[in-house]
């Protein structure tokens, strides 16, 4: 790891907390899909350039991501302390992996977190998690219930920080006054064509609380980046730059104050490797509003 393009010390402090991340994260929704070889080509390429961080979720693969991550990490138990695990639970599919869920529903009771948080080490093959997120906010939460897992997790050492991911500030604010463990970040969904988060009070909330939030989606899907591709505008101020549509989107949100830690959900290893491109591009103001400009089809008010 010593000779990765970015290095360990370039790991970024988040919400001023012990929890260091790598600046863009690479998410494991889809991995189920690659063989192990390609898996195995993506988490190198991500090594390469120094993205250390890795995004998971319980439910992945419907119950089956983790454990393909799982078998990279059992023959590279060396590499553990040089990387960051994060995980998600709350949400119950119906799934062939779990024949006992008769819905879809979501469960944040203490029983069920502890559970899943000891399914997901035995998937991902580890000792403990560095960060755990609440998937989503369950309307039957029991806040008390979920703070005593955190702390309960935290004792044992099977997790060392906690967030949550999709909440609301009041839904945030709730939690974080319950809990003895401090949350650490909201991940939500937040890019160039779903910029919501940005005017409605939810950034503000995380940066008048120190906290950084993390982007799911943070290029708004193949679709909406492909739509940008042969723009004239958008070519014009990628050249500007010298990086790709992609990178150009991703270095649109980091311009943002909030200091937006984004999940990447590619599974290109190339892709990988030229990500990190987007942090050395810093976007002037006029081109950062003329791609907003460009993505909502109107000019701000």
Not at 12 to 33: A, D, I, Y
Request: glycine fraction near 6%; hydrophobic fraction near 40%.
């Amino acid at each position: 790891m010593e000779n990765r393009k970015l290095s360990m010390n370039q790991l970024k402090v988040v919400s001023n907390s012990p929890l260091k991340l790598s600046p863009l994260v690479l998410g494991k929704w889809h991995v189920n899909e690659l063989t192990q070889a390609k898996f195995e080509e993506l988490i190198n390429a991500a090594l390469d350039v120094g993205i250390t961080s890795f995004d998971h979720a319980d439910i992945y693969g419907g119950y089956t991501c983790e454990s393909v991550f799982g078998q990279w990490m059992k023959g590279n138990t060396v590499l553990r302390d040089k990387i960051q695990l994060i995980s998600k639970c709350g949400i119950k599919l119906i799934s062939d992996q779990r024949p006992s869920h008769r819905i879809q529903h979501y469960d944040t009771t203490k029983a069920h977190i502890i559970s899943s948080v000891e399914q997901s080490l035995k998937n991902l093959q580890t000792d403990y998690l560095d960060l755990l997120l609440i998937h989503r906010p369950d309307p039957l939460m029991p806040v008390e219930e979920v703070s005593a897992a955190f702390s309960q997790l935290k004792e044992q050492g099977k997790v060392l920080h906690f967030g949550v991911s999709n909440f609301t500030n009041i839904q945030f604010e709730l939690l974080s006054k319950y809990s003895d463990q401090p949350l650490v970040t909201n991940q939500i969904e937040i890019s160039l064509f779903k910029s919501e988060a940005m005017f409605d009070g939810t950034l503000d909330y995380l940066m008048a609380n120190t906290i950084n939030p993390m982007a799911w989606s943070p290029l708004g899907g193949r679709e909406n980046v492909m739509s940008l591709v042969e723009n004239q505008e958008v070519k014009r101020i990628a050249a500007k730059y010298g990086v790709e549509t992609g990178n150009l989107l991703l270095s649109w949100l980091l311009k943002h104050p909030s200091a937006i830690i984004p999940v990447m959900g590619t599974m290109n290893p190339e892709r990988v490797r030229s990500s990190v491109e987007s942090l050395n591009t810093d976007m002037e103001r006029e081109d950062w509003f003329e791609l907003l400009e460009i993505a909502r089809g109107y000019p701000i008010p």
